[in-house]
């Protein structure tokens, strides 16, 4: 139980601090990071621009590196944190555990589309008129996906809270029997 403890305090931690801002890709290690990158993403591409060839690679760049933090972030919470929830938590809390767990695939799809609208931006394969739509259109999914990233993490963290003070009873209860 103590290793449960552990890793809900490392994951309350990580989304303690969700609107920090970072400068470097590098330092990504919690999702307050994760979420001023896809920001920073955001910002990175803005059409009309004259470097927009540079910029949609640094974006492509970007949103790979968020991917793969927000997989290995999502792993630890459906694998690790669901097999201790389900052993030491309470039905309601695995229950709502299982919700949240349910939006991974939604944020990682929408990871994957931008990704896939990057690619498309990038190919050249667009006429003027349609680049520039799927250009605004792609900033705006990315602004979207911030926002879900954000909400779903807060929501996180009201559980993880609650799931922390569950176990420290449950552990206080079972040391004095």
């Known amino acids: 139980m103590d290793e449960t403890l552990v890793l809900i305090n490392e994951l309350i931690n990580e989304h303690k601090i969700i609107r920090k801002k970072t400068q470097s ?26 470097d927009q060839k540079q910029s949609l690679q640094k974006l492509q760049e970007l949103l790979n590196s968020i991917a793969i933090w927000l997989d ?11 097999i201790a929830v389900e052993k ?5 809390l695995v229950t709502a555990l299982n919700s949240l767990l349910l939006e991974h695939a939604d944020l990682r799809n929408r990871l994957v589309h931008a990704r896939e609208h990057v690619a498309e931006l990038l190919s050249g394969g667009l006429a003027s008129h349609q680049w520039a739509a799927s250009a605004s259109d792609m900033r705006v999914h990315l602004r979207h996906t911030r926002k ?30």
Do not use: S
Request: aromatic share 6%.
């Open 88 to 92: 030491h938590g309470e039905r309601k």
């Open 25 to 50: 890709l590098e330092q990504v290690a919690n999702d307050a990071i994760l979420l001023e990158k896809l920001e920073e993403a955001k910002e990175t591409f803005v059409p009309g621009r004259f």
């Open 72 to 82: 290995e972030h999502f792993n630890r919470e459906e694998t690790a944190l669901l």
């Open 148 to 177: 879900l990233l954000e909400a779903h993490a807060a929501t996180e963290n009201e559980l993880f809270v609650e799931l922390r003070r569950h176990l420290k009873k449950k552990k206080d209860r079972e040391e004095t029997t």
